[in-house]
Structure formats: C-alpha cells, structure tokens
C-alpha cells in the first residue's frame, strides 16, 4: 500500500491527521517541511505517495513550490495533491490549482472531510481478508 503523505508546520494539524487516517487503516508518513519531505522522496526507501496533504504556507519551500516541484516530474505527475490552508480567498484557491492541486481544505478542518476527501482519492483500505474467510 501506498503511503499517504503530510507536509504542514504544524505538529498539531500533522498529528490529527495522521491519527484520523491511521484509524481508518491508511498508511501515513509526514514532514514538518517541504524540504525534509522532497529528500525522503528522492530517498531510495521512500514510496511515492497515493495521496499528499500539503500545508500552503510552510517555512523555507511554500506549498505552491512544493506541488509545482512535484507536477513537473513525472514520477509524481499522478499523485493527488490536497491543499490545506487557513487562506480562504479566490486568488489562494486559483493559485493551488496553478501549482497542481486536485483540492482544497479550508483551516479548521473535520475529520470527516478529511476521510471524505481520501477514499474519493485513494479509495478504501483493504481490509484483513481472513476475518471474512472465516464468516463465510
């Protein structure tokens, strides 16, 4: 399975959203910087990520930068790119959809929408098989 990637400043938002995916299954790596993030994608143990969470206003590489970055390469071409920002405006939201992203999450976020937002992406996890082997 593929890992589902996070990149925000924030250790709050970085673990509500690793928690409330890791409980619905999903594999998740995250980064508090694009740049820690793009090194661990050019590692040769890195995975590229089903889906990616990416926080607009980061410290040394903003999001936009991060996502155009990734768009120009083929081998992330395909990853879905979910923008979280507290920015709200039309400009932001023409912006992250210039530098790639597939959507937006408006600042406090749900879970719900979170979760929403995944499995329309990257679909449900696969569940253990051998507990419906053994109802059958």
């Given at each position: 399975?593929?890992?589902?990637?996070?990149?925000?400043?924030s250790?709050?938002?970085?673990?509500?959203v690793?928690?409330?995916?890791?409980r619905?299954?999903y594999?998740?790596v995250?980064f508090?910087?694009g740049?820690?993030?793009?090194?661990?994608?050019?590692?040769e143990?890195?995975h590229?990520?089903?889906?990616?969470?990416?926080?607009i206003?980061?410290?040394k590489?903003?999001?936009?930068?991060?996502a155009?970055h990734?768009?120009?390469?083929?081998?992330?071409?395909?990853?879905?790119?979910?923008?979280?920002?507290?920015?709200?405006?039309?400009?932001?939201?023409?912006?992250?959809?210039?530098?790639?992203?597939?959507?937006?999450v408006t600042?406090?976020?749900?879970?719900e929408?979170?979760?929403?937002?995944?499995?329309?992406?990257?679909?449900?996890?696969?569940?253990?098989?051998?507990?419906?082997?053994?109802?059958?």
């Open positions: 399975m593929q890992p589902i990637m996070i990149i925000d400043d250790a709050t938002v970085r673990k509500i690793e928690v409330a995916l890791q619905e299954g594999q998740v995250s508090p910087d740049i820690e993030a793009l090194r661990w994608l050019q590692s143990h890195s590229i990520p089903a889906l990616l969470f990416l926080d206003s980061l410290p590489l903003s999001g936009y930068q991060i155009r990734l768009k120009k390469q083929t081998r992330f071409a395909h990853v879905p790119i979910l923008m979280l920002t507290r920015h709200n405006g039309v400009v932001d939201r023409l912006r992250a959809r210039l530098s790639g992203a597939s959507s937006f600042k406090p976020f749900t879970t929408t979170l979760l929403k937002l995944t499995q329309q992406y990257v679909g449900i996890p696969a569940q253990d098989t051998s507990e419906v082997r053994h109802a059958l």
